[in-house]
């Protein structure tokens, strides 16, 4: 049987979408909707053992998973998603469950998530460029970057915005506020928009943890 832990700090969901909260005077409150299933505490790692404190979380059950993550979960149920928060010290133990009902209302968080991507896309998306001139001979180029050297230098020097992949990264938005947590379907509410597409994952930290997103 798995042990019950609420003061947690951190928690691994998934969003859902964007909706709206009302107050009791009426206020609108745009939010947007965090999916939390009960989190599971597989590893704990110590300053001693790995050179850092930090917890280890997991969620989302799976039937199977390769051996040598099957031998990590062991005596736990098999979960495919796994990170982990840094932490200056902590008293949880392997196998402490972690639900919504650890964060308040009113709560300040810092959410993790990546970006949506979108492709590969010019300097005008991507750098805000400005349009070049529709006349006098600039035909097929009011989209193009321009010149990036120099005749002198011979080539183009490295650090220069220029078309590439846009998106898809990680962004963390800080001091976003808990409205509403629903323990029931283990819904969180945060104010306002996080990074991310509808099913992405999200991380949901108090701004004195910090995190390592690849385990």
Request: aromatic share 4%; charged share 25%; hydrophobic share 35%.
């Amino acid at each position: 049987m798995l042990d019950r832990f609420v003061a947690m700090p951190f928690i691994i969901g998934r969003k859902l979408e964007m909706t709206q909260e009302f107050k009791q005077d009426g206020t609108v409150i745009p939010v947007t909707l965090v999916q939390a299933e009960p989190n599971i505490v597989t590893q704990i790692r110590t300053q001693d053992k790995d050179g850092y404190t930090a917890v280890q979380l997991g969620t989302e059950v799976v039937k199977t998973l390769k051996k040598p993550a099957c031998g990590h979960l062991k005596d736990l149920p098999l979960m495919n998603t796994l990170r982990e928060f840094r932490v200056n010290e902590t008293a949880l133990e392997r196998g402490t469950e972690v639900c919504v009902d650890a964060f308040e209302p009113g709560v300040k968080v810092d959410v993790i998530g990546f970006s949506k991507g979108r492709g590969f896309a010019g300097v005008m998306k991507r750098h805000h460029f400005k349009c070049g001139h529709m006349t006098h001979g600039n035909k097929d180029q009011q989209r193009m970057p321009g010149s990036n050297a120099s005749q002198r230098q011979g080539k183009v020097i490295k650090g220069q915005r220029m078309g590439g992949h846009m998106g898809d990264i990680r962004v963390t938005v800080k001091n976003l506020e808990v409205v509403s947590v629903d323990p029931q379907k283990n819904l969180i509410a945060l104010k306002g928009a996080v990074p991310g597409a509808r099913g992405g994952l999200i991380l949901i930290k108090t701004t004195s943890a910090k995190t390592i997103w690849q385990v």
